[in-house]
């Protein structure tokens, strides 16, 4: 897809939008950014270069992903809206609940029965995101996910 540079080498989240987080929700945050950071791809089709420092943000009703270069100088910024990801978000929540219930008092077929579901949700939402970016940014599935996840805590507001 793209080569070693067209990567997310940084990642900020407008923290000014969010309010405060269970542990779990902050969990999936750490690794969602962790996760990324180690492994992503990420090519805008205007063919700026990276590595990137990619800023996330909520205004309006709108996911906006502030591109930038190494030095944090602006490059190209992306606006997305919600509304075409209100139910999976809304649905990954609610199957996110679920796991982290059954985690603390459920079989392991249980739990295994509900994560299997929750990883579904998730390549949804990860698909759905990449299939809306991709006329300005080219992703993999993984980057995808893991921005979606991000997206996700995002949403969540007062």
Do not use: W
Request: proline share 4%; hydrophobic share 40%.
């Amino acid at each position: 897809m793209a080569d070693g540079e067209q990567r997310i080498a940084q990642i900020t989240l407008d923290e000014r939008t969010v309010v405060r987080r269970n542990a779990d929700i902050e969990h999936e945050r750490q690794i969602a950014i962790s996760d990324l950071l180690v492994d992503n791809s990420f090519c805008p089709v205007s063919n700026i270069e990276g590595p990137f420092h990619l800023h996330l943000s909520v205004t309006e009703n709108r996911l906006t992903l502030d591109i930038r270069d190494a030095s944090d100088e602006p490059l190209e910024q992306i606006l997305l809206p919600l509304s075409p990801f209100q139910k999976i978000v809304k649905d990954y929540f609610m199957i996110c609940g679920s796991y982290y219930t059954a985690l603390r008092d459920a079989s392991p077929s249980k739990i295994e029965a509900i994560d299997m579901g929750r990883r579904g949700v998730h390549n949804e939402g990860g698909e759905k995101l990449r299939e809306r970016l991709a006329e300005r940014v080219e992703v993999d599935l993984n980057t995808a996910r893991r921005l979606f996840t991000l997206l996700c805590v995002l949403h969540i507001r007062g």
